[in-house]
């Protein structure tokens, strides 16, 4: 999976599509993605203890790693990410549209 945590990406179908996002957090077994503000539902909770709030509380559910791609930090544009090499000789990410480090 080419997505990782803290990636900024943008969704490319379902009910939020266009929607822009930081990835919260990445299951590479399910490949389902959790990304802020995308895919959110609401829950109703009962307090569990004395003091906790209990009500209808929004988060994000996970969507599938296939339906988000990756924005390029520099050309802030959607974009696969390739794999090349560093100076130093270790692996990095490549924006294939304008070739700038990930």
Do not use: F
Not at 57 to 81: F, H, L, Q
Request: aromatic share 0%.
């Amino acid at each position: 999976m080419n997505i990782r945590r803290d990636d900024k990406v943008i969704v490319l179908s379902g009910k939020d599509k266009g929607k822009e996002g930081k990835v919260i957090n990445v299951d590479p077994t399910g490949g389902k993605v959790i990304v802020e503000g995308v895919n959110k539902a609401k829950r109703h909770t009962k307090p569990r203890k004395q003091g906790d709030p209990g009500g209808i509380i929004t988060k994000e559910t996970p969507i599938y790693a296939s339906k988000v791609m990756r924005v390029c930090p520099k050309c802030n544009k959607p974009t696969r990410t390739a794999h090349g090499s560093a100076k130093d000789g270790s692996k990095v990410r490549v924006c294939k549209k304008c070739g700038a480090e990930i």
